[in-house]
């Protein structure tokens, strides 16, 4: 029986994330109401498999394939289709974590993959050099038409399982091997400075919206504020989303108490999600950055913010997006995305869906240089 999880991203960002329900029902109930039962989609496979001259790829490709056409035919705009390879990788990053060796690549001029390893992590204590010339990970065998994704998925694992990694030192010429114990390997969400030449502000740059989100924003201010940071930027620009939960979570970290968004599945009554006591940075003197890339669960904490006036918005409209998908995982690793729902915050006006939010401080950012919205960030601390 697959996994369903509630997904929040743009159309070309389709990410995976937690939370069960039964999708077998929902799947099952929803073919039998169908009349049609893809007869011609059988008879086009068959003179396929018997008469194609040319040798057709795996059942498996073809499979994905048919599904992919599935998914552009439903007129779904943030409907996707995710490869188990894929799939992986993305839910990886949503949930913080995975099972891996701490390493980093990069290709040299004659095509071949290197291998840096983290410092104090596994492959490094493995006795792995920076620029070892992967050849293998387990019986996957690297050449220039390995995809980098394939061999980051044959990397990761269970944590406490040991991955064997073939690679050649050109220093000594020799080809080694090493069984390395994967350890859980942390993906920041959030990442923080302080402002150049201000460090009474620190910047808190949100790249996702992931299970781990909230607690890395407090450990930010945390950090932030041990080295005299007093006001806070929220930097939710090219933030693609995420979790609806974390988005929710993270709201409430700011706010004091009232409804952060409202939501509905086809058929069903209307959810509210609120706060009823404060969060633990809701006193945080905070201003939140976005841009045309500031979307979904990114667009439920700014838009949320803004309406309960706890902080102001600068930069420019947001992408707009105020639809909910389920995320399905199929058998064999891959997953479906689908919209199911729609989200909106009340009393925002206009809302979401017709254009975006729009910042209290409209900051046009030019392709130079200069971070022209984050500037006006300073300014407005300074004023």
């Known amino acids: 029986m697959s996994r369903i999880r509630f997904l929040l991203v743009p159309s070309l960002v389709a990410l995976g994330l937690l939370g069960a329900f039964l999708s ?43 599904i992919r056409g599935l998914v552009e035919a439903s007129e779904d705009p943030y409907a996707s289709f995710q490869e188990p390879v894929q799939h992986e990788l993305e839910s990886n990053n949503l949930q913080g974590s ?53 061999v980051q998925a044959a990397i990761r694992g269970p944590v406490g399982k040991s991955v064997k990694i073939t690679i050649f030192r050109t220093e000594s010429e020799s080809t080694q091997e090493f069984d390395i114990r994967r350890e859980s390997i942390h993906l920041p969400s ?22 781990s989100t909230v607690d890395e924003i407090k450990n930010a201010v945390l950090e932030l504020e041990e080295n005299g940071a007093s006001q806070f930027v929220l930097d939710l620009r090219d933030n693609g989303g995420g979790l609806l939960t974390a988005g929710v979570e993270t709201a409430r970290l700011f706010l004091k108490d009232g409804i952060i968004l409202q939501q509905q599945y086809r058929g069903q009554d209307v959810e509210t999600f609120r706060t009823r006591k404060p969060g633990s940075l809701s006193d945080l003197t905070l201003v939140v950055l976005i841009n045309h890339n500031t979307a979904s669960s990114a667009e439920i904490i700014a838009g949320s913010l803004q309406s309960h006036g706890r902080a102001i918005l600068i930069g420019e409209n947001s992408y707009g997006k105020d639809s909910i998908q389920l995320v399905f995982d199929l058998d064999d690793g891959s997953s479906i995305h689908v919209t199911a729902a729609k989200w909106w915050i009340p009393d925002l006006i206009p809302p979401i869906g017709e254009g975006g939010l729009i910042p209290d401080i409209p900051v046009t950012q030019a392709e130079d240089q200069i971070d022209m919205i984050l500037n006006a960030a300073v300014e407005y601390f300074s004023e």
């Open 190 to 211: 959030v990442t923080w400075r302080t402002a150049a030449e201000h460090p009474d502000i620190g910047i808190i740059f949100v790249h996702i919206i992931a299970e």
């Open 24 to 66: 077998g029902f929902f799947l099952d109930s929803y073919f039998d109401s169908q009349v049609n039962d893809f007869s011609i989609l059988h008879q086009a496979y068959n003179i396929l498999i018997n008469h194609s001259y040319i040798d057709l790829p795996d059942a498996s490709i073809l499979e994905h394939g048919m």
């Open 98 to 150: 995975f099972g891996g060796i701490g390493v980093e690549f990069s290709y040299n001029h004659d095509g071949d993959l290197l291998i840096y390893p983290v410092a104090n992590g596994p492959a490094s204590d493995a006795g792995i050099q920076n620029g070892d010339h992967l050849l293998m990970v387990d019986q996957l065998i690297i050449n220039s038409e390995t995809h980098l994704d394939d």
